[in-house]
T-cell receptor
């Protein structure tokens, strides 16, 4: 069973701090990784995608990928109360004829004003 | 360019009944994927449709079935509803062969009583 693991949290950080969200995956040959943000009662919203080892920055968000360690993370700088949500890590399942994402259970982030 | 739209938004059904959920794909997309998200869990892949045929399926029983129409819109049908089918059902469209990230519709919240 190919899995994606996340710490369910909740993770609480003060406003203005850096929030660090982590994810590990079991499928060694996965090539595509995504972070989704989900507000309560809403559908997941894509915020970052990363395909190569290293860092990828987009505004206050930085995704980090280490394929050797099978680890992907998301850093949120200058956290705002509006960042309070559940963050879902997703991995593209390799070897399938279709485009299948395997999701972790999500990490709930609370940014305290 | 319109995004993915799903209907209905909310639905309440009784155990044993049947339900049909609908999804209109984003303009230019020929592939539709369906996911089930139970409370407190990440989305789980149900199946994907391409050229009106199922081309990938997750670990869901046969009472979960689908259709894709010539205009690429799709339906998800669930027969003999069970209490555990209560979940948020998400639809995403994409272009087959393009590993671009999935963008979800707003989802249908199904409650089975």
């Amino acid at each position: 069973q190919k899995e994606v693991e996340q710490n369910s949290g909740p993770l609480s950080v003060p406003e203005g701090a850096i929030a660090s969200l982590n994810c590990t995956y079991s499928d060694r040959v996965s090539q595509s990784f995504f972070w989704y943000r989900q507000y309560s009662g809403k559908s997941p919203e894509l915020i970052m995608s990363i395909y190569s080892n290293g860092d990828k920055e987009d505004g206050r968000f930085t995704a980090q990928l280490n394929k050797a360690s099978q680890y992907v993370s998301l850093l949120i700088r200058d956290s705002q109360p509006s960042d309070s949500a559940t963050y879902l890590c997703a991995v593209l399942l390799s070897g399938a004829g279709s485009y299948q994402l395997t999701f972790g259970k999500g990490t709930k982030l609370s940014v305290i004003p | 360019e319109t995004g993915v739209t799903q209907s209905p938004t909310h639905l309440i059904k009784t155990r044993g009944q049947q339900v049909t959920l609908r999804c209109s794909s984003q303009s230019g997309h020929n592939t539709v994927s369906w996911y089930q998200q139970a409370l407190g869990q990440g989305p789980q892949f149900i199946f994907q449709y391409y050229r009106e045929e199922e081309n990938g399926r997750g670990n869901f029983p046969p009472r979960f079935s689908g259709l894709q129409f010539p205009n690429y819109s799709s339906e998800l049908n669930v027969n003999a509803l069970e209490l555990d089918d209560s979940a948020l059902y998400l639809c995403a469209s994409s272009w087959q062969g393009n590993n671009s990230p999935l963008h979800f519709g707003n989802g249908t919240r199904l409650t089975v009583t």
